[in-house]
């Protein structure tokens, strides 16, 4: 028997606004729990909402980006619901009207293949607060922290067009990559600001008929989205072939224990009584708005892929990658122009600072090498002053916070020997040092002459301490050699 | 008209309101009298009246993204009935 | 003193015949001695009230005294007074001492008026008889058996009683106008979107109005002139110019078209108010005024489609209260559920238990397009009677109640009963005019009330005629016994 998955995600994008949408607290990341939770994000008696500019404007540049209809008379509802991180009692949300309307998203997969996934709308709302189940109090009791209570959202609903986890991560991928590159949102998956649900059913192979779907939500990682959704479709498949149907309930996925649950059935009990929120006036947009938003528009990922594979020569694939992400776009500008040399600036890039940065689990934002920084290096490389071996000594050097690439190689006497009057006599020494290894290699046949080149290449790099520039030295070692034949 | 005891169990749910065994009924029956009272709506045509949400034609103002609130969490938490190291603390769910 | 008006009392101020000190412990007394008997305030203000009253005495003598400077007043206990206790005449709130203060109580303090402290209401503003709050009943000082009307029973009975010359009230249903008439005083409800809302504890944020309750028009219209401005921290808030309130009050109304409902004469209304309300308008023609009949069809609507609305809008509002972060916390909660469940089912009183409950209902799954839904739809149809009927008229007017103050419990058990009270009110809050009740005759002791309705934003053309009706009648200076 074999099967289909259908999935459509819900991607709740926190909008990188100074304050929160309803309320002029500030929405900065790590504060003192409750520092930054008014009167209005604590719902006590008598306060109002009233809307952030600026999360409007960046819930319709969302719309903008994935060419979708702006809904330019939308309104905000209530979703009422009890629950301690939602200090009103209800969540100000819109459902009728939303902000933005149907979209596209177009997505590349692994195979080079392109792919569409449809956006059904995307609309603002409130985040909740945060509870603590653990900490400097009673077990029985849980601490609530209302400092992200507020901070606008927008969520991003789907069609169920995704047919694996690997179209799903690519167009979660992507909407990270669109949110990032037009600025409305920090994309620190680490931090909460992008979250996931996930809803995924199962059908037969071809039948028209949609099975049952779950949701599973809050998925702060591609990573555990993937797992999640796997793991969900093997569930579901085994579920059903074992002769049993799938319920419709809403899971929660632990990425660090690999464990998937069901929540408690009490969001089947919730009736959420939607209506529309008194307090809040309809929103209305203009074509001035829009046409202004649309002018000042930054780059979006596609046109800045195009862009790189033009402008720096890149691959389309070395292009894919380094647009996808705005962080990583604009490091890698920003090392291309101090340094003039695109391929090296694709290769560290996207080779060994990603790596190191992945290994240590740190954004681009926090590299501890800064563009900068790797545009030296980069400089130093190319005009050969260290060689290929040495850069990985500096770029090292740099990260653990020594200073720049000049520093460094100043400070450990790392300068290439690029001088071939210099060279030319390092070659000559060796080769007078080390008579024996020269007979050997004259009475060598030519064909097997090659493989000894690496013994003098030693003694040569030994003696000048690693700093001979090997390109160079082979060339003259290869003539001087030659000259004795 | 009455309103079934399930329905009233679900209401209290729904509006988080302790509702005693003994009252129930007799909440169910005034609930029943309002109801009665509101189903006169269902006389009048209202086919093509458009839902009124706010008596005013007005739009929603729109803030400036800048902060205005600052850090007021003592005089905010001084009437809180529960806090510790400025958090709201709660009973746990019990899941 | 305390006979005095708030007209008279700035010009006395004004002019060193008495100081805001002398004032303010005036009435501190009268509300010490008279108010055991009425239980309309909550709370009193004693040593705030002198000590801005000086300041008042001594802005006064400086010679740069803003407009109510040294006036005193009551608020009503739904508007936040920072650092005094605000309980909404409930129990949840018994113990919550707001930390910020509401925008109308900013701008009493601005105008230098002296707080003299909260007064009493049905809880959360919910009902028609302040039968509900948790202090107690209010009681009518006309007649203490009976009630003073609600929710703003406590800002009504205490101008009455002359415990002060003003106060502040609200009005989502009535509850400005209902009270004013039968405490025989006059109350203004403003436009919706007048008067801020911030700082106003919820009730139907749709529907909520601050306004003023005095004992004449021209008071009103000098409160108004306070607790009318625009106010950014509230959505709803209208961002219109306030006019003075008081600039035309004289004008004549010679030529006033007044429209007269067919549908508020009916079947229901107390012939006693009839003839009260009926002499009132005669002495408006006399005064120059034209009667027009009018019909304002769906007003048999407005008490169904309001009990849907409020509640609904309540529900939600309400929800806020779950004893998590201020308020009432039941004792030893079990965990979370039983915390919300049972802080709630002990801070709030059965009526606002039942509105919750009905708010809850009508905007159930299933039950929304026809309860909610069709609510709004008939919001709708009744403004649309409003305008049709301003194309014609300048002012709408009629009895503001059924009949005369009725006695405790004289509603029972039955809700809809005490709903019915609203029954000229309520239209007037669901299309957001503004409407105003002024006393205009007595029926077995207990005073009648004619209300004033007019088109968006006419406060001042409402003021005009019932300061007009004033100047030929004397309903207004009428005192209840034993409080002098």
Not at chain 2, 87 to 94: E, G, H
């Amino acid at each position: 028997m074999s099967w289909d998955t259908v999935i459509g995600l819900e991607i709740h994008v926190q909008l990188a606004t100074k304050t929160k949408i309803f309320s002029g607290a500030s929405t900065a990341y790590g504060a003192e729990p409750n520092t930054q939770a008014c009167a209005i994000d604590l719902a006590m008696p008598g306060t109002l909402p009233v809307l952030n500019k600026q999360a409007v404007n960046y819930a319709i540049m969302f719309g903008l980006a994935i060419d979708a209809e702006i809904g330019q008379v939308s309104a905000f509802e209530r979703k009422n619901y009890f629950y301690p991180d939602l200090p009103k009692g209800y969540q100000t949300t819109q459902l009728e009207k939303p902000i933005v309307g149907r979209g596209n998203v177009e997505i590349q997969l692994a195979d080079g293949s392109t792919k569409n996934v449809r956006i059904h709308h995307a609309h603002l709302e409130e985040d909740a607060g945060k509870s603590l189940h653990e900490g400097n109090f009673n077990s029985s009791f849980s601490g609530i922290d209302l400092n992200r209570a507020g901070t606008p959202l927008i969520e991003i609903v789907s069609e169920p067009d995704m047919t694996s986890a690997e179209e799903a991560i690519a167009f979660a991928k992507k909407i990270h990559s669109i949110v990032t590159s037009i600025g409305i949102c920090d994309g620190e998956m680490s931090q909460g600001s992008m979250r996931f649900d996930v809803n995924v059913s199962v059908k037969p192979s071809g039948s028209d008929t949609l099975g049952t779907r779950t949701e599973t939500k809050n998925l702060n990682s591609f990573k555990f989205m993937e797992e999640a959704i796997k793991r969900e479709v093997a569930r579901q498949i085994d579920v059903i072939e074992d002769g049993g149907t799938i319920a419709q309930e809403t899971r929660l996925y632990n990425g660090e224990t690999k464990v998937a649950r069901s929540m408690r059935s009490k969001e089947e009990a919730n009736d959420y009584r939607y209506f529309p929120c008194p307090d809040l006036l309809p929103v209305v947009v203009s074509d001035e708005q829009i046409e202004e938003l649309r002018r000042n528009m930054p780059e979006l990922p596609d046109a800045r892929q195009a862009r790189f594979v033009e402008q720096y020569g890149l691959s389309e694939y070395d292009a894919g990658i380094l647009s996808s992400d705005a962080a990583m776009a604009n490091y890698f500008e920003a090392v291309s122009s101090a340094c003039k040399n695109a391929k090296l600036a694709t290769n560290w890039t996207m080779g060994e600072l990603s790596a190191r940065l992945n290994n240590e689990d740190l954004s681009i934002a926090n590299s501890p090498v800064s563009a900068e920084q790797l545009a030296g290096l980069i400089v130093r490389i190319a005009d050969n002053s260290i060689s290929g071996k040495m850069a990985k000594e500096v770029f090292e050097a740099i990260w653990a916070g020594e200073g720049s690439a000049d520093q460094i190689i100043e400070a450990r006497g790392l300068k290439q020997v690029s001088d071939s009057g210099a060279l030319e006599q390092m070659v000559v020494d060796v080769l007078a040092a080390n008579q024996a290894m020269v007979d050997d290699y004259i009475n060598t046949d030519e064909a097997k002459r090659k493989k000894k080149l690496g013994g003098f290449m030693g003694q040569i790099m030994k003696a000048s301490k690693g700093q001979a520039n090997p390109q160079q030295v082979n060339q003259i070692l290869a003539q001087k050699l030659n000259e004795l034949l | 008209m009455s309103i079934e005891r399930s329905e009233i169990e679900k209401l209290a749910t729904l509006s988080r309101i302790a509702i005693n065994e003994e009252t129930i009924s007799e909440v169910a029956q005034r609930l029943g009298s309002v109801l009665e009272l509101v189903d006169q709506l269902q006389a009048v045509n209202t086919d093509g009246v458009e839902a009124m949400s706010h008596p005013m034609q007005a739009t929603q103002r729109l803030r400036e993204d800048e902060v205005t609130e600052l850090n007021r969490r003592e005089a905010l938490q001084a009437i809180a009935p529960e806090t510790e190291d400025g958090l709201f603390l709660v009973p746990k769910v019990i899941e | 003193m305390h006979n005095l008006t708030i007209a008279e009392l700035v010009k006395g101020l004004q002019s060193k015949e008495f100081t805001s000190v002398e004032l303010t412990q005036h009435f501190l007394d009268r509300i010490a001695n008279l108010d055991p008997a009425y239980n309309a305030v909550i709370t009193v203000t004693t040593e705030q009230a002198l000590q801005a009253a000086a300041a008042a005495d001594q802005r006064l003598a400086d010679g740069n005294a803003p407009d109510l400077c040294g006036v005193p007043i009551l608020h009503k206990d739904i508007f936040c007074t920072d650092g005094v206790r605000t309980s909404c005449g409930s129990k949840m709130l018994d113990n919550f001492i707001p930390p910020y203060n509401a925008t109308v109580v900013e701008n009493f303090e601005k105008a230098g008026a002296v707080v003299l402290g909260k007064t009493n209401m049905d809880e959360f503003a919910m009902g028609s008889s302040n039968e509900t709050s948790f202090y107690g009943a209010v009681k009518n000082p006309w007649a203490t058996d009976s009630v003073p009307g609600g929710s703003s029973g406590g800002s009504a009975a205490a101008v009455a009683a002359r415990l002060a010359p003003g106060a502040t009230a609200t009005d989502t249903g009535g509850s400005i106008r209902q009270p004013a008439a039968l405490c025989g005083i006059s109350g203004i409800k403003p436009t919706y979107g007048r008067v801020s809302r911030w700082g106003m504890i919820a009730f139907a944020s749709s529907l909520d109005q601050g306004g003023p309750m005095a004992r004449t028009a021209e008071d009103c219209a000098l409160l108004l002139n306070c607790m009318a401005s625009y106010d950014d921290k509230d959505s709803t808030c209208i961002d219109r110019e306030v006019p003075d309130y008081t600039a035309n009050l004289n004008r004549s109304v010679k030529g006033l078209r007044i429209g007269v409902p067919k549908e508020y004469f009916s079947e229901g209304l107390h012939p006693g108010t009839e003839e009260a309300v009926r002499a009132a308008l005669a002495k408006l023609q006399e005064q120059g005024a034209e009667l027009v009949e009018i019909s304002l069809p769906n007003s048999a609507l407005s008490v169904p489609a309001y009990y849907v609305i409020a509640p609904a809008e309540a529900s939600a509002n309400l929800s806020r209260f779950d004893g998590a972060r201020y308020g009432y916390r039941c004792e030893n909660p079990k965990d979370l559920e039983d915390m919300y469940c049972r802080s709630r089912a002990e801070g709030f009183g059965e009526e606002v238990q039942r509105r919750i409950l009905i708010g809850t209902y009508c905007l159930s799954a299933g039950y929304y397009d026809a309860y909610y839904g069709k609510s709004q739809q008939v919001r709708q149809l009744i403004q649309q009677d409003f305008v049709s009927a301003f194309e014609n008229v300048d002012l709408i007017m009629g009895p503001t109640c059924p009949s005369p103050a009725f006695k405790f419990g004289a509603k029972g058990d039955d809700p809809v009963a005490m709903y019915l009270e609203d029954i000229y009110t309520i239209a007037t809050n669901l299309a957001g005019l503004p409407g105003m009740s002024i006393p205009c005759g007595m029926v077995e002791g207990k005073p009648v009330g004619l209300q004033i309705i007019g088109n968006y934003f006419d406060e001042a053309g409402i003021l005009n005629a019932a300061h007009q009706y004033q100047q030929a009648s004397d309903w207004h200076t009428q005192a209840p016994e034993g409080i002098a």
